[in-house]
């Protein structure tokens, strides 16, 4: 079955500093990545995601996530933190035995990313 | 363009009660969810609609009950409420398979005392 691991409850940076929020999956055939934000008290909103191609994604907000198939990870990293970024971030997974992409999406946990000033 | 649009925004229930959670959606998306966020637990999926008048059961359906009569309408119905069905609901759309990604209401919490 397919599975996303978000190994950090909390993620702490200095506003300006680079953030890394850790994802790995677990597939059995090709996978369908994504990203999503959930600022307080309101929905996930989707950040960007991964289909094929370019393992470099590029996002919303100057958010980026790289595909590493050999580590079966989708890091999003993001170059300079902002006090803003602070909000909870989801990974999740598409995938079918066949190789194409079901209609569910499985999330991870959530990581909170804490930007301090 | 509304989007995802949930009703209501909060809610207080008392053991035993019922009521039913709406979601509406204009994308005329075919694919609707409904999930339940539990701290630390992340999003479980209760139920799903592939189209009007076709549903399934997600991880964690017991306690609840769907219909999907129209595209756009998508409620959640609570039979007899349990302090355990305390969570933040979600309702989701998507316009397909999952390469499209979801697109997510506002959530309702719902609090059972």
């Known amino acids: 079955a397919q599975s996303v691991a978000q190994p950090e409850d909390q993620v702490n940076v200095a506003e300006g500093n680079p953030l890394t929020v850790k994802c790995t999956y677990s597939v059995s055939g090709n996978p369908y990545l994504f990203w999503y934000v959930q600022y307080p008290n309101r929905g996930l909103q989707f950040l960007l995601k991964?289909?094929?191609?370019?393992?470099l994604v590029k996002g919303s907000y100057g958010f980026e996530a790289e595909f590493n198939k050999s580590q079966t990870s989708f890091h999003l990293k993001k170059p300079s933190a902002l006090v803003s970024d602070s909000a909870l971030y989801f990974c999740a997974v598409s995938q079918s035995p066949y190789g194409g992409a079901t209609n569910k999406l499985i999330f991870g946990t959530g990581t909170l990313l804490a930007v301090q000033p | 363009n509304a989007g995802v649009t949930q009703t209501p925004k909060f809610r207080i229930l008392k053991i035993g009660q019922s009521m039913t959670l709406q979601c509406a959606q204009d994308m005329n998306h075919n694919y609707m969810y409904w999930y339940r966020q539990d701290p630390g637990m992340g999003l479980k999926l209760i139920y799903y609609s592939v189209g009007a008048g076709i549903t399934d059961k997600g991880e964690v359906p017991n306690g609840y009950n769907v219909s999907r009569s129209t595209t756009e309408d998508f409620p959640l119905r609570l039979e007899l409420a349990a302090p355990s069905q305390t969570s933040v609901y979600f309702c989701a759309s998507s316009r397909g398979t999952g390469i499209y990604g979801y697109t997510f209401g506002s959530g309702t919490r719902l609090t059972v005392v």
């Open positions: 991964y289909i094929t191609g370019d393992n």
